[in-house]
Nanobody, 121 residues
Framework: QVQLVDSGGGLVQPGGSLRLSCAAS????????MGWYRQAPGKQRELVAT???????NYADSVKDRFTISRDNAKNTVYLQMNSLKPEDTAVYYC???????????????WGQGTQVTDSS
C-alpha cells in the first residue's frame, strides 16, 4: 500500500505563515513529482506547486512569490512553506505524489487526505 499523510494546516491571520508537510510511506519503486493542490469551497481543485525529484519546481502564479516547495527524497517528504498568507489562500490543501509501485508499473497519482488552511481576519 501507499499512503500520503499531509499535515501542518491551521488557522492564521492574513500575512502569517504555515509550513505543510507530506510524507509518503508504503511500497513503491520511485516517486517522481510531488506537489500540493488546494480546493476552496465551491471551486475546482487547483495546482499550487510541484517539485520533481531533481528539484525543478513549478508554481501557480498566485503563490510563486510567497510559497516555497521543497522535498527530502531520503524521507519521501514534500514541504510547502507558505508565507504572506492571504484570505484567498483559504482551502483544503492536498499532497500529491506521482509514483510507480514497481519498475514495470505506470506512473500513478496518489493523494493525501488534505489539511485545512484558513486565513482569517
Amino acid at each position: 500500500q501507499v499512503q500520503l499523510v499531509d499535515s501542518g494546516g491551521g488557522l492564521v491571520q492574513p500575512g502569517g505563515s504555515l509550513r505543510l508537510s507530506c510524507a509518503a510511506s508504503g511500497s513503491f519503486f520511485s516517486i517522481y513529482v510531488m506537489g500540493w493542490y488546494r480546493q476552496a469551497p465551491g471551486k475546482q481543485r487547483e495546482l499550487v506547486a510541484t517539485i520533481a525529484r531533481g528539484g525543478s519546481t513549478n508554481y501557480a502564479d498566485s503563490v510563486k512569490d510567497r510559497f516555497t516547495i521543497s522535498r527530502d527524497n531520503a524521507k519521501n517528504t514534500v514541504y510547502l512553506q507558505m508565507n504572506s498568507l492571504k484570505p484567498e489562500d483559504t482551502a483544503v490543501y492536498y499532497c500529491n505524489a506521482e509514483l510507480r509501485r514497481n519498475s514495470w508499473s505506470p506512473k500513478v497519482d496518489y493523494w493525501g487526505q488534505g489539511t485545512q488552511v484558513t486565513d482569517s481576519s
